[in-house]
């Protein structure tokens, strides 16, 4: 499933790069890079975890927002 739009910009929005948030959210770099391009899935427990850390610098962050539009 492809995320790179909506994810892509709330990271970039939040003002943390593809490290930081991978750092934040205990994923490796290249794992969490693969996903955010949509070559391999998020897990369900990455995108709770990854929309708790955006939340904390965007109001309207949502799983869903994040993930599905």
Known sequence: MKYPNSLKRYRQFAGLSQK???D???IKLETYRAKEQGRTSFK???KV???EILSRYISNAS???LFFS
């Open 20 to 22: 930081k948030l991978a």
């Open 24 to 26: 934040l959210s205990g």
């Open 44 to 46: 369900d427990s990455e």
């Open 49 to 51: 975890v990854i929309n």
């Open 63 to 65: 799983i869903e927002a």
